[in-house]
């Protein structure tokens, strides 16, 4: 019974230190007195010389315009960059203002743990950041870190005169170091995987399509719009009597244009494509088995773009002249929609059309598919 009781009371100890310091953790709410005399209690989340993002505990997130803002003081620490402050590898964090935080007057008073505090006018500030964010992008990640991207898998089953089971999956992951848009990226890596296998049985005859497409792609940033990179792809196609394909090479890479919603890459570089054909061929008589070995460039592009609603469209373009042999040149599509239906889900719809010039006899030069999965979001 004694055991029991000390049992219980090393219990109910814990428990009260556990909540004391969840307590302790929590950091007091933010108060935000408006010019009309609306009072919203939450937490300053980022400002700039446009306006104040403020995370209200009833209304949500709301931007709200500098003109309109009487008051609001911090109870956590920010990070304020002045207009025409550029962030990379070079930046010494702490030469930038960081502390707690009032906002006043169209200005910002930072006010440090040491030291007088620095008012910054709204016109002349580029950033309000979290602290705990702003520092955290100049430190080297752990491996787990800035990972995004989604997971999915898909499946259709039909029983008629005709049966037929399909069974697609991908995996999209990208990670961006750091990826906090106010600093200039050192690097990123790419990961892609995709699947379609599939077989529709009639009147005794069967048709199998089985498709896998494989990529990564380390980047390497040299300034904020200019990168070199790395690839290497793998690629099977039944349906083109394609045993296996793989593409190794290197190039540059531009930003084009970027923004908070969007951004185009425009890809160069050389590349050793090699293609071997006719070893899964089941026509009568066989494919000759065949490999080709190509020394070609890849010319490519890549759109992201973030829409209303939390919708997100994914979009790449690659076209691969080959220069030992003109007419083996390849082309490659993809394009997917994610829509949101829950908190870690998205449905995804896309297409993804691969182009061979010079397939084997008997095969297609165009494999066009149309894909939906339910997709798990990584971030």
Do not use: C
Request: charged share 15%.
């Amino acid at each position: 019974m004694r055991f029991y009781s000390r049992t219980a009371a090393l219990l109910s100890i814990s428990l009260l230190a556990v909540s004391a310091i969840a307590f302790a953790q929590k950091p007091e709410p933010d108060v935000m007195l408006l010019v009309d005399g609306e009072k919203l209690i939450g937490h300053l989340e980022s400002a700039s010389a446009a306006g104040v993002v403020f995370k209200s505990d009833l209304a949500g997130e709301v931007k709200v315009d500098w003109a309109k803002i009487k008051s609001l003081q911090t109870s956590e620490k920010f990070a304020v960059a002045k207009k025409g402050q550029v962030f990379g590898k070079h930046t010494d964090p702490a030469q930038i203002p960081q502390g707690t935080v009032s906002l006043a007057d169209q200005k910002v008073t930072v006010t440090p743990a040491a030291g007088a505090p620095e008012v910054v006018p709204a016109a002349d500030m580029q950033n309000v950041i979290p602290q705990d964010t702003f520092l955290r992008a100049f430190k080297s990640p752990k491996i787990g870190d800035y990972w995004s991207g989604a997971a999915g898998l898909g499946f259709a089953w039909v029983e008629s005169s005709q049966r037929s089971e399909t069974l697609t999956t991908a995996l999209n992951l990208v990670r961006t170091v750091p990826s906090e848009g106010w600093i200039d990226p050192r690097y990123r890596t790419t990961v892609s995987f995709n699947s379609a296998y599939g077989d529709t049985r009639s009147d005794g005859s069967t048709i199998t399509t089985n498709i896998i497409h494989a990529g990564f792609e380390q980047d390497q940033y040299f300034n904020n719009r200019l990168f070199g990179f790395g690839d290497v792809s793998l690629d099977h196609n039944y349906s083109q009597d394609l045993s296996l394909g793989y593409t190794l090479g290197g190039g540059v890479g531009v930003v084009i244009h970027k923004d908070a919603r969007q951004e185009l890459d425009f890809k160069a570089q050389i590349a050793y494509v090699s293609q071997r054909f006719g070893e899964i061929s089941t026509s009568v008589p066989p494919t000759a088995s065949h490999t080709n070995n190509l020394i070609g460039a890849v010319l490519g592009e890549t759109y992201n773009r973030s829409l209303n609603h939390g919708i997100t469209l994914h979009q790449e373009l690659s076209v691969v002249p080959s220069f030992n042999q003109t007419s083996d040149y390849t082309a490659n599509f993809l394009a997917n929609l994610g829509v949101p239906v829950a908190k870690k889900f998205n449905i995804t719809f896309g297409v993804v059309d691969n182009y061979l010039n010079n397939p084997p006899p008997g095969f297609q030069k165009n494999s066009f598919q149309f894909v939906t999965n339910i997709a798990y979001k990584i971030n």
